[in-house]
């Protein structure tokens, strides 16, 4: 079974961002439960919605079952969280087994990405389905993106990967064979042909961003010059 915990930072210029709280705590949780990948999902940008950078969510996809893991990797991540708190910041905390997203937390995650939604919404819907939802300070806002990231992580068709693997320890040229032992699935370009040799370049200093598809993990390239660079998608 999988279990699925989604947070929103909603951070202040002075928080570390809710891609590296999520990484952080996903190293925690892993200290009990495998972690099969961190997953980051835009939502939506209006000027109603407060965020620094980006409007998004990060989400920890855990191999573990419900009942006493749910529970303890909630109280790994709320811990974590409060820990982390910058005043400024919204943060909100949700967690479920995949079998608990129903598809009205599907469509929500979907509206997410196209319109502003309320608390009030978000709430409802976590209490209708035995969702375990929590504000963990300021506005308690992060908890419309947190109930959006398992709708949108169930599919495992959105967003990309912020940890898989060893994926984030390679960096710059690197050959298709380390990739594909790293954590990704499969390497295809944006035409349709798969990759399995030669270099691909990937941004120096930064992380390939691979993308859930059909729940495998895959590294989309372009062709630019005769190389094949790795692309971001979502």
């Avoid at 915990?5 to 891609?19: K, N, P, Q, V, Y």
């Avoid at 969280?81 to 079998?99: C, H, I, N, R, Y």
């Avoid at 209708?128 to 929590?134: A, D, E, M, P």
């Avoid at 109930?147 to 912020?162: E, H, I, K, Y």
Wanted: hydrophobic residues 40%; proline residues 4%.
């Amino acid at each position: 079974m999988t279990i699925l915990l989604a947070l929103d930072d909603t951070d202040s210029l002075e928080s570390r961002g809710t891609g590296r709280l999520a990484r952080a705590v996903a190293d925690a949780i892993a200290k009990h439960y495998p972690i099969w990948g961190v997953t980051r999902h835009q939502l939506y940008v209006h000027p109603s919605i407060p965020y620094t950078s980006h409007n998004s969510c990060a989400v920890i996809h855990i191999d573990a079952d419900g009942g006493e893991p749910l529970n303890t990797a909630l109280s790994i991540a709320e811990k974590t969280m409060l820990d982390d708190f910058v005043e400024g910041s919204d943060p909100g905390l949700a967690g479920a087994t995949l079998d608990q997203v129903a598809p009205a937390v599907i469509a929500f995650g979907r509206d997410a990405q196209q319109m502003v939604l309320t608390q009030e919404r978000a709430r409802t819907l976590a209490a209708n389905l035995g969702i375990w939802l929590k504000g963990l300070g300021g506005t308690q806002d992060g908890v419309i993106g947190a109930m959006a990231g398992l709708g949108l992580a169930a599919t495992r068709n959105d967003g990309r990967f912020l940890q898989k693997g060893t994926i984030r320890s390679l960096t710059g040229p690197t050959p298709a064979e380390l990739l594909l032992g790293a954590g990704v699935d499969e390497i295809m370009t944006l035409d349709g042909r798969r990759v399995t040799e030669g270099t691909i370049i990937l941004k120096e200093g930064k992380a390939a961003k691979a993308c859930p598809i059909n729940g495998r993990v895959v590294l989309f390239v372009d062709e630019q010059d005769g190389k094949l660079v790795a692309v971001k998608r979502n």
